[in-house]
């Protein structure tokens, strides 16, 4: 049964790949054998992040970045996590469904992710589904967040390349500094860029890029200015996402870069089976009944949490 | 030492509050034995959390809602959680101590978290922050969030009283139940509401609270409509915010929440626990000898994770 998921998804197969990631994000029973059996199908996809405030027009960016690349015969999976966007949540998806084409259609895939409810995960999650894409023999996975939450910026950084897409109205580049979204952009995209405010925010940006950049470092951040609703930049928004990734492949430094992914995921992994291995019937009821004594102040947390280890 | 700087921060000294936060955020040797010297001293405060969009006016809030304390004869303690907040982060935070008198500056105490850089953690070390400000003798908490990311809204959920700000161009009432504000606010504030569009979004606010009030329930969450520039409304939120409080206490709530939240507190003690024990050097070895092997897609990580375990 799990085989011959796998080898469906490992074709391509559409409603396959839709009961892989319900399997995952679900963690129905065999879900991680499911992973097992896909994982060295994996490795081929490149992972491009799309993050920034909420109303920058990434899902349009998205969008028009997913028509380029069939256009240029690529196979598509997009993952959108973004609490904030109307194309989250499932209830909504049919507003991005409907906009495709026959072409679309057979190769591109894509997946709203809940973020709301599941405390935590979620980064390990969106993972997992990339993977299962990955297997499917998508030639691009674009991952849409949010940039404002630290486990959605979180998210973005497990790909590739991080596009960071600002508007002149979302705030000054210090904001956008403290919002933590300067370190993790390898491009940077300022979008709506015929209105007012524009051209301070590119020289802002440059600036700013340039100021940190390290002496030793051999490639200065480009930032590409968009009019999304008109699709204009895409050509050119592509074009530097690809010499991004010349640059990390000639460089050696997506293998690095890939590494470091692969130890994040492996924390999270054995992190969650030890809560699972450790929250035991006993412990939960010793827990239950002590949980008094510490709103009492009979106790302390950190003594009796040590006390459970 | 220890014991000398809990007494310091009990007796409400300033310096001594710094110094125990700034061992808490830093895990300086012997943070957590002072957070078990404070223990007992802390329950008193009662902690108010305020979250919203970028660009809602949760400082100004916040800031009118510390004067109005203080006047009424309160101590004040305020944790701000915010990334895309010019208060927040050390270099800034000249700016909100500047419009502090006298009075504010004896029985008000603010304290900015970086939230960059600090992976996870930080749930927990803003609740570590609020007991020491709970044990200098704070009668009320602010923590102000950013409600965006999921890890923001889980901060301001470990409040007594959460406040949701909310503006007319913060976007539909669909999307603030979609970035899973709706489930969270005990309070809602309108804030700008001379600007068009604010009684439309009352509306709709109203009627969506109004479908998913449960039918046991027995409050209904109030709407404030705040001018926060101009300090209108202030009185009116605090006093919704005190009879919020009053009625979690007298039907036995406020209990059964802070219980709720101790039980979050100590399953992430515990998980940090397990992370430290588990990783020790021999584990790392052996995670740094097979990754490249992963990388290849030799071996899978979940089931290398298996094997560590």
């Known amino acids: ?116 409810g599941s405390l935590g995960g979620l980064s390990a999650k969106c993972k997992q589904t990339s993977e299962i894409l990955d297997a499917s023999g998508k030639d691009f996975i674009l991952i849409e967040t949010v940039g404002v939450g630290q486990s959605e910026l979180d998210i973005a950084q497990t790909a590739d390349t991080t596009v960071v897409v600002l508007v002149p109205e979302s705030g000054d580049a210090v904001q956008t500094m403290k919002a933590g979204l300067m370190e993790i952009g390898d491009i940077f995209v300022i979008n709506k860029s015929d209105r007012e405010g524009s051209d301070a925010l590119g020289v802002a940006l440059r600036t700013m890029l340039h100021l940190k950049m390290k002496s030793d470092s051999d490639r200065e951040t480009p930032v590409v200015k968009m009019i999304a609703l008109r699709d204009q930049g895409t050509d050119e928004l592509l074009d530097f996402i690809l010499r991004h990734r010349d640059y990390l492949i000639s460089k050696g430094k997506l293998e690095v870069k890939r590494k470091e992914h692969l130890i994040k995921q492996i924390n999270e992994l054995v992190t969650s089976r030890l809560e699972n291995n450790f929250w035991t019937d006993d412990r939960k009821n010793i827990l239950r009944k002590n949980i008094d004594r510490i709103v009492q102040r009979e106790l302390n947390p950190y003594d009796f949490a040590e006390s459970l280890l």
Chains 1, 2 share one sequence.
Do not use: C, W
């Open 1 to 116: 049964m799990l085989k011959e998921l796998a080898e469906k998804i490992i074709k391509g197969n559409k409603s396959a790949i839709a009961k892989g990631i319900s399997m995952v994000e679900n963690e129905f029973n065999g879900y991680s054998e499911l992973l097992k059996l896909l994982y060295s199908h994996t490795g081929h996809a490149y992972l491009i992040g799309i993050t920034g405030p909420p109303g920058a027009g990434k899902s349009t960016i998205t969008n028009n970045l997913i028509r380029l690349l069939v256009k240029k015969g690529y196979k598509v999976g997009v993952i959108a996590v973004d609490p904030t966007s109307p194309f989250t949540g499932g209830a909504l998806l049919g507003d991005r469904i409907r906009m495709q084409e026959k072409e679309l259609d057979e190769n591109v895939f894509i997946r709203s992710m809940a973020t709301r």
